[in-house]
């Protein structure tokens, strides 16, 4: 006896496909790759003896939904101004698309999913310091953009912890050793995210973001602090020169900072909303350049 097939209309399928893939813009995939990539990079340095691929793999998952779920929630707090800027009008919640309770229990679940899976497959520590990191985003840097410049600072801790979240996965500990990766991330910070600050000036500003200082009109102090950063997470990278890899860890670190110091002088040079767009770009690129030479290199 032949049955029938009951089938959603193609309008209903293109409905499911759509908020589908709303929720996953809410996760801000992209930011999630570089989250995934130092988690990872910590993980194997912490790493001692036989290497547990299993423990990496549990590490990244449960460190990616936290750091999807801070990303859902912080658009969630910030809705309301996200439909005040070009670049982010178009986001789910200021667009319309989609109820902004569903956003806030989609964030909720997946970052107390994600806390209870690191507790659950990899260890108290690391789910300890992926909450601390969600918290010390949400509670305090995202509020500080409203009222002063100074969140890029303080932002810059939590961006760097996904670090020590994947020392503690691989070794159970913070070493002395991880505050280095997480200076390394955490310098990284700056001249990215204030090219950004200056390629989106106007919008940040129509939005009441305090980005950049008030007295910067010209952008001049902000394009000093970037090449300052830059010479720093460049020397600081420096640094286990001694001790890590010899002649060719000099070379690769070498060559990498002469890149990003070339992007940041280039900026330094003219306010240019172009030559902003390119030193992030190249700082996308550094990043993983500099976490291969120190995770081919290890000892």
Known sequence: MATTQVMAPPGERQDLTSRLRDFYTLTKPEVNLLILMTTSAGYYLASRGTFR????VNTLIGTLLVASG???????????????MRRTANRPMPSGRMNSIHALIFGILLSVGGGLYLFATVNTLSAVLALSTLLSYLLVYTPLKRITPLCTLLGAIPGAMPTLIGWAGGSGRIDPQAWFLFAILFLWQFPHFLAIALMYKDDY?????HMLPSFDGD??????????????????????????GGPYYLIGM???????????????????????????????????????ILVVLKR
Do not use: C
């Open 254 to 292: 070498f060559a990498a900072g002469a890149f990003l110091l070339y992007h940041s002088m280039k900026l330094a040079a003219s306010s240019s909303t172009v030559l902003a767009r390119r030193l992030v770009h190249a700082s996308v690129i550094y990043l993983p350049i500099v976490l291969v």
């Open 205 to 209: 500003a129509r939005a009441g973001y």
């Open 219 to 244: 952008s001049r102090f902000t394009r000093v602090e970037i090449i300052f950063f830059t010479i720093a997470l460049i020397v600081t990278t420096m640094l286990p020169l001694i001790d890590r």
């Open 70 to 84: 801070t990303a859902t929630l912080n658009q969630w707090m910030e809705r309301v101004w996200d439909g005040q």
């Open 53 to 56: 691929f299993f423990g990496l």
